[in-house]
């Protein structure tokens, strides 16, 4: 099971998905003229090396790399819609890839920081101040992904995620990859993205607490410092949940995670399904290769 779960991951992009294995990975996409395009990439040696052995240091390191392929994933996709050859790499990739962290830390973890010590300096409790922190932060990260679900061109990257998921499902279950064989399966996954973000939020809830008390420049600090920290332990805390499903507590403690994701799921139909099993049937190719 172990290896199942490092061998495969998946993203959704823009008429697309987005499949990783420990080799390589595969991009399909839905052309303008109704052909799948397949773009296989070979990953860096990080994957293999002995970086993902070690628990919790492998969590931020790993999902640097992740968002980089993921942001090479989404451009690739939004390329074959336009028909244009542009690239986002180097430095390039690296400056979008800071500039999107930049904003979610200040959406989701200074933001809430600030309504905190605004109603600190009204004379709050510091406690009190921080479960409104925590509040905040749950609040605004749900409502985020309720905002942009209303976009229709969001709804449909929700929709490929969806059919990313029932994808991986099948395949775990011993399915038959056809459309109509993966249509039966669930759209939530425990090792979701959704729920490592929930995770990381809820982790951050009960770590950040405890920094309340100290000075305004040690708590930002603590908390730009603590980030990767807590990344890490979710990620962790997401493998050790999807490794032990078959404990009724590990089931009952991920409900959360797995009612989030329907907000980031929609139910695809069969031509978005075909798009995710063609691209991981192209991963596992190209992790069977030599």
């Known amino acids: 099971m172990e290896d199942k779960i490092m061998a495969y991951g998946g993203q959704a992009v823009i008429e697309g998905v987005m499949m990783r294995g420990q080799k390589g990975m595969a991009v399909a996409m839905r052309a303008p003229d109704g052909e799948i395009v397949v773009h296989t990439e070979k990953l860096s040696g990080l994957y293999n ?3 993902p052995k070690v628990p919790f240091l492998r969590g931020s390191i790993l999902l640097w790399d992740a968002l980089g392929l993921g942001m090479r994933a989404l451009t690739m996709s939004a390329n074959t819609q336009s028909g244009e050859d542009e690239k986002l790499e180097g430095p390039a990739l690296v400056g979008t890839l800071a500039l999107s962290l930049a904003f979610s830390i200040g959406l989701f973890f200074l933001v809430p920081y600030g309504v905190s010590k605004g109603v600190e300096w009204l004379g709050v409790n510091v406690w009190v101040a921080a479960a409104i922190e925590g ?16 976009m229709e061109d969001i709804r449909r990257v929700f929709m490929y995620h969806g059919a990313e998921h029932k994808t991986i499902n099948a395949y775990e279950a011993g399915a038959e990859l056809t459309p109509e064989s993966v249509s039966r399966f669930p759209l939530e996954h425990p090792r979701c993205g959704t729920a490592f973000l929930l995770t990381l939020v809820l982790l951050s809830i009960l770590v950040f607490s405890f920094l309340h008390p100290l000075p305004v420049g040690w708590q930002i600090a603590g908390r ?65 290769a030599d």
């Open 135 to 150: 509040f905040t932060r749950l609040l605004l990260l749900i409502g985020y992904i309720l905002l942009i679900g209303r």
């Open 49 to 51: 090396s002995w970086v």
């Open 224 to 288: 730009l410092l603590l980030l990767p920290v807590l990344a890490g332990i979710a990620l962790e805390i997401i493998r050790w949940t999807a490794n032990n499903l078959e404990n009724p507590l590990v089931r009952a403690l991920v409900i959360p995670n797995l009612a989030l994701q329907r907000l980031t799921t929609r139910e695809p139909d069969l031509a978005m399904l075909e798009v995710a099993i063609t691209s991981f049937n192209e991963m596992r190719k190209f992790e069977a």
